[in-house]
């Protein structure tokens, strides 16, 4: 990255906290969640409005360079990532222990149900609705639909419960915990769905096999191994 490319991104970072902050406020002000501001701040910088009015100063500012564009989107997952770990940090594993049965409900219910609404969706309309190149893997495409429909956000949802600061309570706890099973679900479908329109040429059978345990193993380590080294590590800082 050159020394012009970093003052573009600096300025492109500078625009996106500004009016994220801007619109935050706003709406904490109408005593919304701040996250529902800061994405409608957003849309207006993106594409949608910003774009359509100002088509040459937005390719200027997010479209001049391909590097930059590649920094800030990984700058973006890296934030959301670290975001994510602070707000898992927020969440009491003693409710988890209590309210698992309910999480573990809902996350089924809350995906299998709009996953098939978007499989009947897509069955009931005319096939050319959605173009010729659905046809040729069209339930794959039907799942897409579903999968679609019941996709959570997980950090829109982490900042709307911080805002209202119920992520420490049962119902914050019972929330995050529904949508690591709807996450569980929706991507181990996306699997299932890329390969199905993936050539057949690089795939082995066992690749999605392999693929869903590694993410079983991960959750496994995670919630396991992860817990006691954190218990751990926090007991050795508070005896310091």
Excluded at 51 to 79: D, N
Excluded at 142 to 169: E, K, Q, T, Y
Excluded at 184 to 201: D, G, Q, S, Y
């Amino acid at each position: 990255m050159t020394s012009s490319d970093f003052v573009l991104f600096s300025l492109q970072i500078t625009m996106m906290l500004a009016f994220a902050l801007f619109f935050g406020q706003l709406f904490r002000k109408l005593r919304q969640p701040a996250v529902v501001g800061e994405m409608l701040g957003g849309i207006v910088l993106g594409p949608t409005i910003m774009g359509a009015l100002f088509p040459g100063l937005y390719s200027w500012l997010f479209g001049a360079s391909a590097s930059v564009t590649a920094v800030r989107e990984a700058s973006i997952k890296l934030g959301m990532l670290f975001f994510l770990f602070i707000a898992g940090l927020e969440v009491n594993l003693s409710d988890l222990k209590r309210q698992g049965h309910k999480a573990v409900s809902i996350g089924l219910v809350g995906t299998l149900l709009p996953i098939a609404v978007g499989v009947g969706l897509a069955y009931l309309l005319p096939r050319s609705f959605w173009g010729g190149v659905a046809g040729s893997h069209f339930f794959a495409f039907s799942l897409f639909v579903g999968m679609n429909l019941a996709n959570s956000a997980n950090p829109v949802i982490a900042r709307v419960l911080m805002d209202l600061g119920l992520l420490r309570g049962g119902i914050g706890t019972l929330i995050m915990s529904a949508t690591i099973v709807d996450d569980l679900i929706n991507w181990t479908l996306f699997a299932v769905i890329l390969r199905e329109i993936a050539p057949t040429t690089g795939l082995s059978t066992g690749a999605l096999t392999t693929s869903v345990l590694m993410v079983i193993l991960l959750f496994v380590v995670v919630l396991g191994v992860g817990r006691w080294l954190g218990h751990g590590c926090c007991t050795g800082f508070g005896s310091m």
